[in-house]
DNA sequence: ACAAAATATGACCATGGGTCACTTGGTGAC
DNA sequence: GTCACCAAGTGACCCATGGTCATATTTTGT
């Protein structure tokens, strides 16, 4: 009897439901103004429910953040899977596609961000946060596999440590710096876009055969 | 008569003494765990009081961040104003210096990576947010400086723009990775501070006449 | 048909940020 | 010296909200 398998199923479904909701309402009104009453009534459940899906508010969260971190990652494997692209053509493209996901998913964006925030107020050993860091160390591998082809194309030299500079990248995208894509500019004529290809081309020129 | 003059004396000193409770109550019990009521207690001040210098419990907060701001200026401009090293021989102190920073003011570095959480429940164009700005951009002018004097001293090549570079570091510093320094190592036997070093390697490739 | 288990409910609680009517004490005019 | 005034400070109070739990409903296996 595939009862247990269906429940699961189901169990699965409520709870991306309830996540779907929940970006709908923190999305809209900020994390910080949105309520887990307003939570409940998007996803068409009582308050109570909610929490037997998600220990808290800050675990609903990070379930977002993590979908965030899926979203990303599909757009840097495409980039990998790319066999046009030598390894070297493919580094300047990374700082591109990043852009082009804080600017067509500015929320999702904006919740990778405020990993700090809400890590802070979850059990350091729960599921969620053990799969966030998975998750995350998934998307450095692609950057790194990135790097690595273009050693292996002789695009890139050698010597360049892949793990550390993919490591060197994801804190360069998600600095403060980079934050301010969506609300400021840190300085007239200088949008911080400009800044991060800046960046980018610097390192081209550091790590090229 | 300087009652006035002592009055706004007494008032700034106040204020101040308000900010040094603050941070014993945050950095000890953690920002969301602390409450207005220990840092009024701390302070020997009633909670209304608290309101007559901080409009809100993120305001208080962005004050401290403004003294993270400062101890780092401060920092950044004895390497700036040392004679005995070349521009180039300045850049990678820059990482270092920061990395000191974090592990010699671990509250102050952690209420810099804050700066979204907080600044977004403060008035955009209030005085806080204002001069914390003011203060963001007065340490990227002096690790611009630094390029520009490597520049000058025909260590560091003309044709590197120091204003984009400077930026870019700002974001390096403030990444999600580098904010592990504290807390975690990302990937066992690298830990954030070589990242970052070797971040500064390869930009320092880049950069060099 | 029925008990047991899983799922869901929403009234309720505790906490804490922020307010405001009121008190206090120094100040300066007379 | 007196007194009206005002800035500075007080703390009881308000109320929004995250989280809980006794209870109700639905689904299940027998």
């Not at 037997?52 to 599909?74: D, V, W």
């Not at 990135?146 to 993919?166: C, P, Y």
Request: include cysteine.
């Amino acid at each position: 009897m595939g009862v247990i398998e269906r429940k699961e199923r189901e169990k699965e479904l409520r709870s991306e439901s309830i996540i779907d909701a929940a970006e709908r309402i923190f999305f809209n009104k900020g994390f910080e103004h949105a309520t887990m009453n307003d939570v409940a009534e998007e996803a068409e459940l009582s308050k109570g429910a909610l929490y037997l899906y998600f220990h808290s508010k800050n675990e609903l969260c990070m379930a977002i953040l993590q979908r965030s971190l899926l979203i990303l990652k599909g757009i840097f494997e495409l980039l990998r899977d790319n066999n046009n692209l030598t390894g070297i053509e493919k580094f300047p493209k990374l700082a591109e596609l990043f852009i082009t996901f804080a600017k067509e998913h500015p929320n999702h964006y904006n919740s990778l961000l405020s990993y700090r925030e809400h890590r802070e107020n979850c059990p350091a050993t729960g599921k969620i946060i053990m799969s966030t860091i998975e998750e995350n160390k998934n998307i450095n591998n692609i950057i790194s596999d990135i790097i690595k082809m273009g050693q292996v194309d002789k695009t890139i030299k050698k010597d360049i440590d892949a793990d550390k500079l993919s490591l060197a990248l994801w804190g360069n995208f998600t600095g403060i710096m980079p934050s301010s894509i969506l609300s400021e500019k840190v300085i007239p004529d200088f949008n911080p876009e400009n800044i991060i290809e800046y960046h980018f081309e610097l390192l081209l020129n550091a790590i090229k055969t």
